[in-house]
T-cell receptor
Framework: EAGVAQSPRYKIIEKRQSVAFWCNPI?????LYWYQQILGQGPKLLIQ????????DSQLPKDRFSAERLKGVDSTLKIQPAKLEDSAVYLC?????????????FGQGTRLTVV | SQQGEEDPQALSIQEGENATMNCSYK?????LQWYRQNSGRGLVHLIL?????REKHSGRLRVTLDTSKKSSSLLITASRAADTASYFC??????????FGAGTRLTVKP
């Protein structure tokens, strides 16, 4: 089966600019996650969707970050305006069911550099 | 905030030795998972243990879970150079969100 697809792989922007990331989960997976991973740290959950509803967005900086999952399939994560501390790898993952019974599948991530 | 904390932060061993990593967490969980991440790559799921299980095996991996102590351990036996990676525990809490710890960086020297 095809894996989790993310694009772009790399992005360099200036601070105060906006940026968007796209994720296509594995077909049939109801749960979709966005994580932020700063170099040397573990992934931090930003938002978790179940179909097109939000399970948890408590750690999403809502003044600048937004995410949507139209029709319960693809998802986009947007940052507007970006700050230097947003430089990180943004990982998307999907899983079949909740609670998880077989683990989640991760994409390769988008490496964002804010200069 | 992160749910789990791995210990140690870094571990360096010789090929053929066993590697043990620990994870502690804070709240009640449905299950606990371990993932591996090679440098610059996405995370790969290794093993999942449910809250009503105490031990689970998969190949060279052995995971234990002690819910009374809110802790888990991952044992990799007969390690190989290819096992060099970062290892993360992830907890699936009561609201079903999946949160990770800071990870253990394992280096296996040939």
């Amino acid at each position: 089966e095809a894996g989790v697809a993310q694009s772009p792989r790399y992005k360099i922007i200036e601070k105060r600019q906006s940026v968007a990331f796209w994720c296509n989960p594995i077909s049939g997976h109801a749960t979709l996650y966005w994580y932020q991973q700063i170099l040397g740290q573990g992934p931090k959950l930003l938002i978790q969707f179940q179909n097109n509803g939000v399970v948890d967005d408590s750690q999403l900086p809502k003044d600048r970050f937004s995410a949507e999952r139209l029709k319960g399939v693809d998802s986009t994560l947007k940052i507007q305006p970006a700050k230097l501390e947003d430089s990180a790898v943004y990982l998307c993952a999907s899983s079949l069911l909740l609670p998880i019974i077989r683990g989640a599948f991760f994409g390769q991530g988008t490496r964002l550099t804010v200069v | 905030s992160q749910q789990g904390e791995e210990d140690p932060q870094a571990l360096s061993i010789q090929e053929g030795e066993n590697a043990t990593m620990n994870c502690s967490y804070k709240t009640s969980i449905n299950n606990l998972q371990w993932y591996r991440q090679n440098s610059g790559r996405g995370l790969v799921h290794l093993i999942l243990i449910r809250s009503n299980e105490r031990e689970k095996h998969s190949g060279r991996l052995r995971v234990t879970l002690d819910t009374s102590k809110k802790s888990s351990s991952l044992l990799i036996t007969a390690s190989r150079a290819a096992d060099t990676a970062s290892y993360f525990c992830a907890t699936d809490a009561q609201n079903n969100d999946m949160r990770f710890g800071a990870g253990t960086r394992l280096t296996v020297k040939p």
